[in-house]
């Protein structure tokens, strides 16, 4: 059974840093994608940055030159390193995978980013 765990999140200062982290487990694992995808209180969930096999980093607009993804495809790890945080950056963060063609999630990490 595959999962995602989630870690990193916390409360910060406006202009602070932090560092989430997943890691997946299960058998098998066929990974073709990672990445972070977010959802604040009352707001649909939207795309952070995503880390696909062989393509290109893509990062939502309004995080691009302040949060960096990086993997670690040995250990089927995912991090989201986050600078400059804003207050307007404060949601549930979630850990994505896509494997054998299905879509998991993890639980999420809260992070608050006060003003």
């Known amino acids: 059974q595959v999962q995602l765990l989630e870690s990193g999140g916390g409360l910060v200062q406006a202009g602070g840093s932090l560092r989430l982290s997943c890691a997946i487990s299960g058998r098998s694992l066929n990974i073709n994608n990672m990445g972070w995808y977010r959802q604040g209180l009352g707001k649909e969930k939207e795309l952070v940055a995503t880390?696909?096999?062989?393509?290109?980093?893509n990062y939502a607009d309004f995080v691009k030159g302040r949060f960096t993804i990086s993997r670690n495809k040995l250990r089927n790890a995912v991090y989201l390193q986050m600078s400059d945080l804003k207050p307007e950056d404060t949601a549930m963060y979630y850990c994505?995978?896509?494997?054998?063609?299905?879509?998991?999630w993890g639980e999420g990490t809260q992070v608050t980013v006060s003003s």
């Open positions: 880390f696909p096999n062989g393509g290109d980093i």
């Open positions: 994505y995978a896509r494997i054998h063609s299905h879509d998991f």
